[in-house]
Nanobody
């Protein structure tokens, strides 16, 4: 399995951005994108890798409390793609954003539980 992120860029504070993550070369073991858990994570020089959102095999979603409300994760099984809609962005959202696949139908918020990672896409928020 491979995952590749796209859609990053520079956006003014208060603006919106949508990231995409295309998954290829499924299945991973017994899993396909429709039965796997995938997630979005981010990391910056001043913040360690943290979970942004996850989506599981039933399209159930998990968000850390600090992210709920501004970020929305969705999945399109037909396109083998997940998305991250980010609204009302602020300067603290500046980071490299990564997509990952877990190889399990259910999600955990722990990034270490994910097996396959993309190379990331940079999001920069300016005033």
């Amino acid at each position: 399995v491979q995952v590749m992120e796209s859609g990053g860029g520079s956006v003014q504070a208060g603006g919106s951005l949508e990231l995409s993550c295309a998954a290829s070369a499924y299945p991973m073991g017994a899993y396909s994108i429709s039965t796997d858990c995938l997630g979005w994570f981010r990391q910056s020089p001043w913040v360690e890798r943290e979970t942004v959102a996850t989506i599981d095999s039933t399209d159930g979603t998990l968000y850390p409390p600090s992210r709920k409300g501004r970020f929305t994760i969705t999945k399109d099984n037909a396109k083998n793609t997940i998305y991250l809609q980010m609204d009302n962005l602020n300067l603290d959202d500046t980071a490299m954003y990564y997509c990952a696949a877990r190889g399990h139908g259910w999600c955990l918020l722990d990034p270490d539980s994910f097996r396959v990672w993309g190379r990331g896409t940079q999001v920069t928020v300016f005033e």
